[in-house]
């Protein structure tokens, strides 16, 4: 017996289902490539598992561009996450999955980290609950690291934690979380393009100047203040990148547009969300309308032919049983 990824082993020892769900998350959030995450209230995918015997089976993917991901255990973000937390928690059997996918892959709205941190953290539950959430996260990054062409827990981390998180240091790994204003409205625009992390990243350029250096330690340094005081202003001025979103911009057609629109539609700053292409917009809850943003932005897509979907949102819980 053992978690053996490569095995797909037939069942002869079933256990209760157990379903989670794992949100959506914004990434980079401007200055803080790799390092900030934002945490979603929705959309979600969600996943159930079982115990198996051993090894690994994926026995349904549904819903959102579910057409192109692998139910091959060896190359799915669920299964290898979850591989990775029986594996540290030394389990003796393997799990059944069934995934339904309520966030696009290739959308920069953090999939590949929802399904990875949903598998870690549903493997803890059937585990027990041995892993500290920070092991739990690393499980994750794993996952993220196989799949996306680079690790970076700045998906993950939300996703497990909830809120807005920060990881100070991935050698040695420390990540702290902060509650975010509770009035911090999000809307989330994503355009029908495919963006794959893995060639977002292979756009970005390898160094960058102490001008810009000092640019994005200065507005990274506010934003955490904004989160942690809860200044709505602060965060909007802050949420600037000088280095990643301009190497990207040319991944999501009408990118320029839609975040003028967003602005002048009442959001504080909008941003390209994570490795792109979605477009990410940060209002103020108590003062403007999400659904006046979401619609400007849909507009600016519809009068080029284009589809673009919707959510307005607000910061979330992270992963959880339901
Ligand atoms: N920080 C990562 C990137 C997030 O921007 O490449 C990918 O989802």
């Known amino acids: 017996m053992g978690s053996g990824i490569g095995k797909q082993d037939s069942i002869s020892m079933s256990d209760e289902w157990v379903k989670i769900a794992a949100p959506a998350t914004t ?19 969600i996943i159930e598992g079982r115990r198996i015997d051993s090894g690994f089976r994926i026995t349904e993917i549904s819903g959102s561009g579910s057409d192109g991901i692998p139910t091959d255990p060896r190359v799915n973000s669920v299964s290898i996450a979850a591989e990775q937390v029986l594996k540290r928690c030394g389990a003796d059997f393997g799990m059944e999955l069934r995934i339904k996918k309520g966030i696009r892959p290739c959308s920069g709205m953090g999939s590949s980290g929802a399904s990875a941190a949903g598998g870690a953290y549903l493997a803890n539950i059937l585990c027990g609950e041995k892993l500290s959430s920070t092991e739990v996260i690393l499980c994750a990054a794993h996952a993220e690291d196989v799949i996306s062409g680079g690790l970076h827990a700045d998906n993950v981390a939300p996703c497990i934690l909830g809120g807005f998180t920060i990881i100070r240091s991935y050698e040695p790994f420390e990540v702290i979380r902060i509650e975010p204003p509770k009035d911090l409205g999000m809307v989330v625009a994503l355009p029908d393009v495919m963006v794959a992390t893995s060639d977002s990243r292979k756009v970005l350029p390898e160094e960058v100047s102490v001008k810009k250096l000092v640019f994005h330690v200065g507005n990274a340094s506010t934003l955490v203040y904004g989160m942690m005081t809860g200044d709505l202003g602060m965060i909007g001025r802050s949420v600037k990148d000088a280095v990643f979103e301009p190497a990207r911009a040319r991944l999501v057609p009408y990118l320029k547009e839609a975040e003028k629109e967003a602005m002048s539609n009442g959001a504080l700053v909008s941003f390209l969300g994570g490795s792109g292409p979605c477009i990410m917009s940060f209002y103020d809850g108590n003062t403007k309308i999400g659904d006046n943003i979401a619609e400007s932005i849909k507009a600016i897509y519809a009068d080029n032919n284009m589809k673009c979907d919707t959510w307005v949102t607000k910061p979330g819980i992270g992963c959880k049983r339901i």
């Not at 990434?27 to 995918?45: K, Q, R, V």
């Open 27 to 45: 990434s980079n959030i401007g200055p803080g490539f790799d390092t900030f995450g934002l945490a979603m209230s929705e959309p979600c995918d």
